[in-house]
């Protein structure tokens, strides 16, 4: 389930027993399951607001469509007509609109192809939390919706929470990640912490 006013995911937590609301930068570690391909799984690690990390399985459709809102049964209060509408159907013109533009919901910087490229929450390999970089941002390991290939990217957090929601400018780590044996998740650690992190300004790249 995807709460669309929040922009949060509803998953499991098995310490309370009850669904906790989790935004994209509070996941740790998407890994899609093998096997599974109708519709494909994800496995999501998360930062879970109880304060422990859980695991969840999480489909396809739920974790990349869901928080465009575009099937919510969820309604509002239109206050120029005072009546409930339904906020799918808003949602599905914003997202048209968006569309139309040549915007996507998520964008990421690919270092290999030089380029902006559309992602998806299923995109993510890792995310860095909050507090280990500083005001408001997160680290996220890509990987490029096009060429398949990694990018660590410096984002908001509202840049991974908010569909269509993008950042004026992405810092990028100008190295390339896959060629490499160390194990991906120490990778993503060092090129964070050591990585000359570059700035794209989205304005002038798009
Ligand atoms: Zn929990
Ligand atoms: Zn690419």
Redesign the pocket.
């Known amino acids: 389930m995807f709460d669309t006013l929040r922009n949060r995911y509803a998953l499991n937590c098995p310490e309370t027993g009850e669904r906790a609301l989790v935004p994209v930068s509070a996941f740790r570690v998407v890994r899609r399951l093998r096997g599974a391909t109708s519709p494909a799984v994800f496995r999501v690690e998360f930062d879970c607001p109880c304060g422990t990390r859980h695991e969840a399985l999480v489909a396809h459709d739920l974790l990349d469509w869901a928080p465009l809102g575009t099937d919510s049964s969820e309604t509002f209060t239109n206050l120029a007509t005072g009546r409930r509408e339904l906020v799918a159907v808003e949602l599905l013109e914003q997202a048209t609109t968006h569309l139309r533009k040549g915007s996507w919901p998520w964008t990421f910087w ?1 270092h ?2 030089s ?1 902006l ?1 559309p992602g998806f929450p299923s995109s993510l390999r890792f995310v860095s939390p909050e507090h280990d970089h500083g005001t408001g941002q997160v680290g996220v390991l890509v990987r ?1 919706f ?2 398949q ?1 990694h990018t660590v990217n410096i984002v908001s957090t509202d840049h991974l929470d908010v569909p269509w929601h993008n950042d004026d400018k992405i810092a990028y780590v100008a190295q390339v990640f896959d060629r490499d044996a160390v194990a991906p998740e120490e990778r993503f650690r060092h090129q964070l912490e050591d990585g000359p992190a570059r700035l794209r300004w989205l304005r002038d790249v798009g």
Do not use: N
């Open positions: 690919c290999p192809e380029a490229r490029c096009s060429c290939r």
